[in-house]
């Protein structure tokens, strides 16, 4: 199911939490909506629902209107972040409720729904769970029931309110994957809603970046990440470092730094704030350097250093990958040369700047 | 629950007391309080309902009057209750589930009848459908009688037994939300069929609960039934004001054996909230 949202708005008293929401999607697609709580990600998703309704816009799925059906009479599978198991019924009972509730004309024979049931539950491993009740089951388990329970409906669109949210970190990573799975497996249109970044990039074809009320920027993990649209979206995604610079003749100069690997901009002389990723800094131990290392982070994956440069109000932080930091002997106190690998601006410039790069692309291929 | 509860504020109040001792004479001090002011006098109705034997108690109990007052007061909780147990679902379910302007005063006009003196009640009841009152003119000129007649007692039997319900619903429900009812909407239920099989299963011992209360409380009202009965015997009085018709007829026996099937009417409630405490899930709702 293709669904178009256009102007959608929805105001809570004086509180705008939606201010005009253009979105499409196309069927099939598992799409994140990716937000700080309190962005108006979630109320998107109750209003695809048929839970919450909104003042002003439209939503068309297949080109029909949404908004004049009832929550009953959409066929969106909704998957609550707490479950919202029935805790009186067993987790069969719970899969078979969508299909019990039909009218007694289109109900389908009671053998014909406890097969459906079995195979469901078979669907999200929970085959041989189907005569406990939800009290007797993990977090991660009744998420999968709840799923299930969705899924029993044969739903057009599948909606899923922060799905992980409520689960250790474990189990979290490992429900990410079989979401992303299962997907594959029956190709039913899905929206989550999510705060977590990683969540994010990890499940979703495209994701659907929110900030107070509005769309920042729709598109691919990477295209979100590696070409921001705003620094809203860039700060959002984490671990930017904003860095004082000077552009002089489409050259960007920043202090005591190497900055002449970044892309030339047209035009646009004066200061300007670079938007430059922690991976995309390159350090080297260099008596000479005029950065130093203040403080040294070690991580899993990579080692993060913060380096003080002259005329920044703020340390730089840099991220090594272990095996590119090993041998470079560094630690708090080294004086180090700093190379910028890339970064970007925002603003009048960043248009020119985009439009370069896209240029750039183009010749390239 | 209150049971395991129990020891840990005692042994709070015993280091608050500073020492064993202090907390020996706390402890004795209410349980003589106890034993003086409750577990006495109920020993005594029974004592003295049964202080002439066991015959004298059922005969006093079979008497005409006092089986007829049994008979009204039956009725009335069997008419009471339901209204109430209506007027609570719908209640809780409009405050629990929706927002809408006026929903505090709501809550607060439905605790009223809590703290409102009984007797106000029933003058109050009087002054609107009395001959005298408000509607009496319209009442009387269609030969409808509700003061004095069993209609104005099962008014004011409502009227007092009405928070009951909506008192054990509405935390309840406010804790448990609406995701349940929202995710049955969005698998196909009606609304009907939301109550039935995903509300009403969640609510259910709740609502048993202030079926309970309420009932136990629309048997034992005296003060507003007082005011609109009219006290003709053998008609129009309630099981307590026979309790006390007794009483003032210097039947003592008779007063006091009456007054045991009252009081055991409330040992019975009293068991069936405890066995039905133990099944209400944790709500946050601390004593009550």
Same mark, same amino acid.
């Given at each position: 199911?293709?669904?178009?949202?256009?102007?959608?708005?929805?105001?809570?008293?004086?509180?705008?939490?939606?201010?005009?929401?253009?979105?499409?999607?196309?069927?099939?697609?598992?799409?994140?909506?990716?937000?700080?709580?309190?962005?108006?990600?979630?109320?998107?998703?109750?209003?695809?629902?048929?839970?919450?309704?909104?003042?002003?816009?439209?939503?068309?799925?297949?080109?029909?209107?949404?908004?004049?059906?009832?929550?009953?009479?959409?066929?969106?599978?909704?998957?609550?972040?707490?479950?919202?198991?029935?805790?009186?019924?067993?987790?069969?009972?719970?899969?078979?409720?969508?299909?019990?509730?039909?009218?007694r004309r289109i109900r389908p024979p009671a053998a014909e729904i406890a097969r459906k049931v079995a195979t469901l539950l078979d669907l999200v491993q929970m085959g041989d769970y189907g005569r406990r009740f939800p009290? =007797?089951?993990?977090?991660? =388990?009744?998420?999968?029931?709840?799923?299930?329970?969705?899924?029993?409906?044969?739903?057009?669109?599948?909606?899923?309110?922060?799905?992980?949210?409520?689960?250790?970190?474990?189990?979290?990573?490992?429900?990410?994957?079989?979401?992303?799975?299962?997907?594959?497996?029956?190709?039913?249109?899905?929206?989550?809603?999510?705060?977590?970044?990683?969540?994010?990039?990890?499940?979703?074809?495209?994701?659907?970046?929110?900030?107070?009320?509005?769309?920042? =920027?729709?598109?691919?993990?990477?295209?979100?990440?590696?070409?921001?649209?705003?620094?809203?979206?860039?700060?959002?995604?984490?671990?930017?470092?904003?860095?004082?610079?000077?552009?002089?003749?489409?050259?960007?100069?920043?202090?005591?730094?190497?900055?002449?690997?970044?892309?030339?901009?047209?035009?646009?002389?004066?200061?300007?704030?670079?938007?430059?990723?922690?991976?995309?800094?390159?350090?080297?131990?260099?008596?000479?350097?005029?950065?130093?290392?203040?403080?040294?982070?070690?991580?899993?994956?990579?080692?993060?250093?913060?380096?003080?440069?002259?005329?920044?109000?703020?340390?730089?932080?840099?991220?090594?990958?272990?095996?590119?930091?090993?041998?470079?002997?560094?630690?708090?106190?080294?004086?180090?040369?700093?190379?910028?690998?890339?970064?970007?601006?925002?603003?009048?410039?960043?248009?020119?700047?985009?439009?370069?790069?896209?240029?750039?692309?183009?010749?390239?291929? | 629950?209150?049971?395991?509860?129990?020891?840990?504020?005692?042994?709070?109040?015993?280091?608050?007391?500073?020492?064993?001792?202090?907390?020996?004479?706390?402890?004795?001090?209410?349980?003589? @309080?106890?034993?003086?002011?409750?577990?006495?006098?109920?020993?005594?109705?029974?004592?003295?309902?049964?202080?002439?034997?066991?015959?004298?108690?059922?005969?006093?109990?079979?008497?005409?009057?006092? @089986?007829?007052?049994?008979?009204?007061?039956?009725?009335?909780?069997?008419?009471?209750?339901?209204?109430?147990?209506?007027?609570?679902?719908?209640?809780?379910?409009?405050?629990?589930?929706?927002?809408?302007?006026?929903?505090?005063?709501?809550?607060?006009?439905?605790?009223?009848?809590?703290?409102?003196?009984?007797?106000?009640?029933?003058?109050?009841?009087?002054?609107?459908?009395?001959?005298?009152?408000?509607?009496?003119?319209?009442?009387?000129?269609?030969?409808?009688?509700?003061?004095?007649?069993?209609?104005?007692?099962?008014?004011?039997?409502?009227?007092?037994?009405?928070?009951?319900?909506?008192?054990?619903?509405?935390?309840?429900?406010?804790?448990?939300?609406?995701?349940?009812?929202?995710?049955?909407?969005?698998?196909?239920?009606s609304g009907l069929q939301i109550f039935w099989r995903v509300t009403l299963p969640n609510i259910r011992w709740a609502l048993f609960y202030g079926v309970v209360l309420c009932t136990a409380r629309a048997i034992g009202?005296?003060?507003?039934?007082?005011?609109?009965?009219?006290?003709?015997?053998?008609?129009?009085?309630?099981?307590?004001?026979?309790?006390?018709?007794?009483?003032?007829?210097?039947?003592?026996?008779?007063?006091?054996?009456?007054?045991?099937?009252?009081?055991?009417?409330?040992?019975?409630?009293?068991?069936?909230?405890?066995?039905?405490?133990?099944?209400?899930?944790?709500?946050?709702?601390?004593?009550?």
């Open positions: 199911m293709s669904i178009e949202i256009q102007g959608l708005a929805r105001q809570f008293g004086d509180v705008r939490v939606l201010r005009g929401i253009d979105l499409s999607i196309p069927k099939g697609e598992l799409l994140a909506l990716l937000g700080a709580s309190g962005s108006g990600k979630t109320t998107l998703l109750r209003i695809l629902a048929g839970l919450d309704w909104p003042n002003a816009g439209s939503v068309r799925v297949d080109g029909q209107d949404w908004l004049a059906l009832d929550a009953q009479r959409r066929r969106a599978g909704f998957v609550f972040q707490y479950y919202a198991l029935f805790p009186h019924l067993t987790v069969a009972d719970n899969v078979a409720f969508g299909l019990t509730v039909l009218p009290a =007797q089951l993990s977090g991660g =388990q009744r998420q999968r029931v709840a799923l299930a329970r969705a899924l029993a409906i044969d739903p057009d669109v599948l909606l899923l309110d922060e799905p992980f949210g409520a689960l250790d970190a474990a189990i979290r990573k490992d429900l990410r994957g079989w979401l992303r799975g299962l997907h594959r497996k029956l190709g039913t249109t899905t929206i989550f809603v999510t705060h977590d970044q990683d969540e994010a990039f990890e499940i979703a074809d495209r994701i659907v970046v929110f900030g107070e009320g509005r769309i920042e =920027q729709v598109g691919t993990p990477d295209d979100i990440y590696e070409r921001p649209a705003s620094p809203f979206v860039a700060r959002f995604l984490g671990g930017v470092n904003e860095i004082a610079a000077d552009l002089r003749q489409g050259r960007f100069r920043v202090a005591g730094a190497d900055a002449s690997a970044l892309e030339r901009q047209v035009g646009g002389d004066g200061a300007v704030t670079l938007f430059v990723r922690p991976h995309e800094i390159d350090i080297a131990a260099d008596g000479a350097g005029e950065g130093t290392i203040t403080a040294v982070v070690p991580g899993s994956v990579s080692i993060r250093y913060r380096v003080s440069l002259p005329r920044q109000a703020q340390p730089v932080e840099v991220d090594l990958p272990r095996e590119a930091a090993r041998g470079r002997d560094l630690s708090a106190g080294t004086r180090v040369r700093v190379t910028l690998l890339r970064g970007r601006i925002f603003g009048q410039a960043a248009r020119t700047a985009s439009l370069a790069e896209q240029s750039l692309a183009a010749s390239a291929l | 629950m209150a049971v395991i509860d129990m020891p840990a504020p005692a042994e709070r109040a015993a280091r608050a007391a500073g020492s064993p001792a202090g907390a020996r004479i706390l402890i004795g001090i209410a349980v003589v @309080l106890t034993l003086a002011f409750i577990v006495v006098p109920v020993v005594v109705i029974f004592a003295q309902a049964f202080a002439r034997g066991l015959a004298p108690y059922l005969a006093s109990v079979t008497e005409r009057d006092t @089986l007829r007052a049994v008979g009204l007061t039956v009725l009335v909780a069997l008419l009471a209750v339901p209204v109430n147990v209506a007027f609570g679902l719908v209640a809780a379910w409009a405050i629990t589930k929706f927002e809408f302007r006026g929903k505090k005063f709501l809550l607060t006009a439905i605790e009223l009848p809590f703290s409102i003196s009984p007797i106000v009640a029933g003058v109050a009841y009087i002054l609107v459908y009395g001959s005298n009152g408000l509607l009496g003119p319209f009442l009387e000129a269609n030969d409808l009688r509700i003061m004095f007649a069993l209609p104005g007692i099962v008014l004011v039997t409502i009227f007092v037994t009405s928070p009951f319900v909506v008192r054990e619903l509405v935390p309840l429900m406010q804790v448990q939300g609406s995701d349940q009812e929202e995710v049955a909407a969005t698998l196909g239920a009202e005296f003060g507003a039934v007082s005011v609109v009965s009219g006290h003709v015997r053998g008609e129009t009085n309630t099981l307590p004001l026979q309790v006390e018709l007794l009483y003032h007829d210097y039947n003592a026996a008779g007063a006091f054996a009456a007054a045991s099937t009252l009081t055991l009417i409330a040992l019975a409630t009293l068991a069936i909230r405890a066995v039905i405490e133990r099944r209400l899930p944790r709500t946050g709702r601390v004593g009550h």
